[in-house]
């Protein structure tokens, strides 16, 4: 699986949009970019994945280069609820050989 | 809403002491995952399965054992506690089918070896 790159801290007022850049450099052609979240020390929660296509769910947007070497997700109107750490993943989508392995993230700090 | 188990919750357990943390998920999910997490650090990932039967060692290397008999239990067990392995670990698992293959987490198990 592709390695990622993310700043390793960002802070965001309460009510802007919070924007997460990640590189990805080396993204195969089969890999899907995922994002997760994990609030305090609880299990990480998955928020939204996609391939070439920006891609948009209740929670986020993603919108990834066309290039597909860096993507960013995007939290439109973030709340003090959403800090917490943010990774980044790149990984096959289905294939079996596939670990789910995680980076150091980015710790997103929503201020008031 | 996320049917993946473990128990218990939180453990402490004198060293010397063989435990098992427990793992179950009811989504028929082939693929199965164990990480280990000190506060405030990253997520490790010790071990895997791609299903019954299939286990393999993760990133970072672990005393710890996995089994992988029926689908939807991925038991994990350390045969002699020690201090060192005082940590909180996760349990994950995610399908193979189609586009949803997004990993679901446990709320995990915090152990404490004394």
């Known amino acids: 699986d592709a390695k990622t790159t993310q700043p390793p801290s960002m802070d965001c007022a309460e009510g802007r949009a919070a924007n997460l850049p990640c590189n990805h450099s080396?993204?195969?052609?089969?890999?899907?970019v995922y994002w997760y979240r994990q609030i305090h020390s609880q299990g990480p929660q998955y928020i939204i994945h996609g391939l070439k296509n920006n891609e948009t769910n209740e929670m986020a947007s993603l919108i990834i280069t066309e290039d597909r070497k860096s993507s960013t997700l995007i939290l439109p109107h973030a709340t003090l609820r959403d800090t917490a750490v943010y990774y980044c993943i790149v990984r096959v989508g289905a294939g079996t050989a596939s670990k789910l392995t995680f980076g150091t993230g980015t710790r997103l700090q929503v201020t008031l | 809403e996320a049917d993946i188990y473990q128990t218990p919750r939180y453990l402490v357990i004198g060293t010397g002491k063989k435990i098992t943390l427990e793992c179950s998920q009811t989504m028929g999910h082939d693929k199965m995952y164990w990480y280990q997490q000190d506060p405030g650090m990253e997520l490790h990932l010790i071990h895997y399965?791609?299903?019954?039967?299939?286990?393999e060692k993760g990133d970072l290397s672990s005393e710890s054992t996995v089994s992988r008999i029926r689908t939807e239990h991925f038991p994990l067990t350390l045969e002699s506690a020690r201090p060192s392995h005082t940590s909180q670990y996760l349990c994950?698992?995610?399908?193979?089918?189609?586009?949803?293959?997004?990993?679901?987490f446990g709320q995990g198990t915090r152990l404490t070896v004394v």
């Open positions: 994950a698992s995610s399908g193979t089918q189609g586009w949803r293959t997004e990993a679901f």
């Open positions: 399965s791609y299903g019954v039967n299939s286990t």
């Open positions: 080396t993204i195969s052609g089969n890999e899907y």
